[in-house]
């Protein structure tokens, strides 16, 4: 494990990547202590201040209604991460699990697992968390809930992937052979063998769920107002375009930035994988 | 010698890693006449592979290496070449076959279409229907009768042995002057090994080709080989031709392999030293005549 | 041939139960919502005595097994309900609005692997010099973005500050072409009109660009992780051995390998870009089938809501079929699997 992260630091580019996700998971943690106007992450109004370009005061420029950039960025950033570790921490379990029982059991078990894993499968990300958002409330909540509901899958078919191959390998027969019961070898004999795999593909989707999540409230399906969030903030500035660009320049950036920060790192974790096996 | 084909001379090689150098090869002196037969055997790891590899130029393009040393085809100083020139000699001069026939040939496409790649290096711009015309006789000197079959076959729809006897077709598709073999059949059953062995044979006695044998095999060495190098550990300890080294063998590495090897009518086993310091003795060099053609 | 045909039957099979498996969960969720569709539709004003009339109509007092079995009624006959949108059947309304979106999906599909592929294979032949470490940073950036923010980033750019490209639409409004396959690009040159065809192409550009940007960096990763494997295997050694020039290896003896493994990842990209066409189209008022979508979501239209996920899937699952079969017809070891030698 120490040897793995030391690894990390050596390479430039995820050493990079560590560095900007530490920046952005520590200003979203010490948001209220770093932000100049901590107070406009909620419904506040500064019509003298409305509209600015980027200036001294106000780095990043301020919003229509006089909420200065930066600050709301930042809380952004909390939100974002926010949603990011529910959504993995409640569909990664639930997404092994099934992974590891179709892979493990075979048979009609198998087959019905995996057939209902192929409809989320079917219909593309987006639409599916779309469709699911309009259906419902569009509050944070069932923001989360759509994207955990499609979420799971992908760790199903990956789980299932590695279940039926390392069904195969010695240690497993070994197991069935002195008579453990099917959960132990799910768990204690499969399970820590995919432990890499799973950490690699959470940090690749750690970006992934933000991405998706911003394109959500970029379609007015997510986040609401006056809660900041990333897409819906490059919406909002979108139809002010070319004046104001910062309005929706930034955000981008900063979506770019998180997202470009975790793919460094978990590329590098993935390359370590190709080179165990 | 005007019949000298390959001739190494001083060879070593090292490898340079983050934190240290590591020796492979040391000092090797080793020579191929036309038409000469020559093996090279030594255990994994003695540095017998990495040979082949570099006299056909594919080992100096690896991060890290640094190989010294002369390398001689014809006359010409290899390791002084061009890229160019060096490319002009393999697959024309000088070919190879590999350890397992089967991961060596390209599976995404026919036997035939390899065919007409390799036959193109000898006939450039040959048409594909002439490439198979040859290609056919071809299969058919390494005793292959369905050779329609096996031109229009994926290289994982053939047995093994069947493979390795492409492989030697391939190799002498067009007649080279040295043939290079690295531990050909290991990968195969030990009959259809000898068969394949045996065919191999008959081929380069006919076409006059040398080869560089590389083996682990001593049994095959004997029957194949005119002259024999025995490399432990990136350095020859013996050299000299094949009935000396079998009949007068003098390093004590050379006699542990020659005793290790389970004979088929003893029943003791073999008590292998662990002792290598036996082994670093200095290097004996059979004096007898070249056995030449 | 019949292996090849035994596994499109397997392939479509597999299809239908899961599209039938997309359909049973679409109209679950539709059905589920809190609220009365029918009152939703009808609006605040209307009388108890409508909403009831309504409700009887959309068989909304049935129970849901009945519901669904007249919704799989409706659908064998094409029939996919009215919008209370656009009051329009959906099946109209998304036969206008799918060409607009297909076109730009198809057109990013090729731009991603005409683009993306070479970058890869670039990138694995010289891998640890600078242009790889390059390419692989920008072709990880392409993939950073969500599709909107690299639309609204290349529009400034080349929109409004480099006035390049127009802004928005298909095709300027003083064209007028008919509608043959409701492809621009294509209709444009049955009609005749050069000059249309052009103007078709400079509008769907740009859009189409921003879209397969994380589309061409995915390939582009893909295609070099696969490339280097592939140069480590021992029938390329074996064909350097043989003198084969690099050029050739590389585009021909190397790259069929690579590309085999990185196909069903490229299908699957493909298919995303369906579901992230939504935001391009938002961006350049592209009008497809986002725009449509979007509303119809927002209005809870559930007839149109249900129509476009499903011709949705229903594309995502082709494309896969497409995809599976065009990797059998590339891998000979599928191919002859089923055939006994």
Known sequence: MKLKIKILLANPLSFMGLLLISLVFGSAIFADFITPFPLHKGAVVDFSNFNQAPNLTNIMGTDLVGRDLFTRIIYAFRISIMLGVVVLIISVPIGVFMGLLAGYSGGKLDFVLMRITDVF?????????????????????????????????????????????????????????????????????????????????????????????????????????????????????????????????FPGLAILIIVFGFNLVGDALRDMMDTDS | MSDSLLDIQNLSLSFQ?????????????????????????????????????????????????????????????????????????????????????????????????????????????????????????LLEEVSITEFKRVLESYPFQLSGGMNQRVMIALALANKPALLIADEPGTALDVTVQAQTLKLMHNLVKKNNTAVLFISHNLGVVHQFADRVYVIYKGRIVESGSTSSIFENTKHPYTKALMNAVPKITSKSFFDASDDSSLFKQPAFHHKDREIGQ | MSSILRLIVQRISLALIVLIGVSMLIFAIARLIPGDPARIALGPNATVEQVEILRETLHLNDPIYLQYGYFVRDISQGDLGVSLYTNRPVTTDIAQFL???????????????????????????????????????????????????????????FAYFLPIFPVAGRIEDTYVIKAVTGFLLIDT?????????????????????????????????????????????????????????????????????????????????????????????????????????????????????????????????????????????????????????
């Open chain 1, 121 to 249: 499968l079917s219909i593309p990300p987006l639409v599916l968390a779309m469709a699911v958002m309009g259906l419902l409330e569009p509050t944070i909540l069932n923001g989360m809930l759509a994207v955990t509901a499609m979420w799971w899958p992908w760790y199903t078919r990956l789980i299932y992937n590695l279940t039926r191959s390392e069904k195969e390998e010695g240690y497993v027969v070994a197991a069935e052979v002195v008579g453990a019961s099917r959960w132990h070898i799910m768990f204690r004999e499969i399970l820590p063998n995919c432990t890499h795999a799973i950490i690699t593909k959470m940090t690749l989707d750690f970006g992934f769920v933000i991405l998706i999540v911003s394109s959500l409230s970029f379609l007015g399906l997510g986040v609401q107002a006056p809660t900041p969030d990333l897409g819906s903030m490059v919406a909002e500035g979108a139809r002010y375009l070319p004046d104001s660009w910062w309005l929706t320049v």
């Open chain 2, 17 to 137: 890693g983050l934190t240290e150098t590591v020796d492979v090869l040391d000092n090797i002196n080793l020579s191929i006449s036309r038409g000469e037969r020559v093996a090279l055997v030594g255990e994994s790891g003695s540095g017998k592979s990495v040979i082949a590899r570099i006299i056909l130029g594919l080992l100096q393009s690896q991060k890290g290496a640094i190989v010294k040393g002369s390398v001689r085809f014809r006359g010409i100083e290899l390791e002084a070449a061009t890229g160019n020139q060096i490319e002009s000699l393999r697959g024309r001069e000088i070919s190879m076959i590999f350890q397992d026939p089967t991961s060596s040939m390209n599976p995404v496409y026919k036997i035939g279409t390899i065919f007409h790649e390799i036959l193109n290096r000898g006939t450039h711009n040959i048409s594909k229907k002439l490439a198979l015309i040859k290609a056919s006789k």
């Open chain 3, 189 to 341: 040159l049955i009609d005749g009109n050069i000059d249309a065809f052009f103007n078709a192409f400079w509008h769907i550009f740009l859009p189409a660009f921003a879209l397969s940007l994380s589309g061409i960096g995915q390939a582009a990763r893909l295609t070099r992780a696969n490339m280097i494997e592939t140069y480590n295997k021992p029938y390329i050694e074996m064909m350097r051995a043989y003198g084969v020039s690099p050029f050739r290896i590389a585009s021909r003896y190397a790259f069929k390998p690579s590309l085999i493994p990185s196909l069903t990842i490229i299908g699957l990209d493909f298919a995303a870009m369906l579901g992230n066409a939504f935001l391009v189209e938002a961006v350049f008022a592209w009008p497809g089938l986002s725009r449509y979508g979007v509303a119809v979501i927002l209005r809870k239209d559930l007839n149109a809501i249900v129509g476009t996920v499903l011709i949705i899937s229903l594309t995502f699952v082709l494309v896969n079929i497409i995809v599976d079969l065009l990797i059998a017809f590339l891998n000979p070891r599928i191919r002859y699997s089923q055939r006994p030698k």
């Open chain 3, 99 to 157: 060409p607009a979106t297909l076109e730009l999906v198809i057109v990013a599909g090729i731009m991603m692997i005409c683009i993306g592929l070479p970058l890869g294979m670039i990138s694995a032949r010289y891998k640890g010099q600078f242009i790889d470490n390059l390419l692989r940073v920008v072709s990880l950036l392409g993939v950073s973005a969500p599709s909107f923010v690299w639309a609204v980033i290349l529009m400034l750019l």
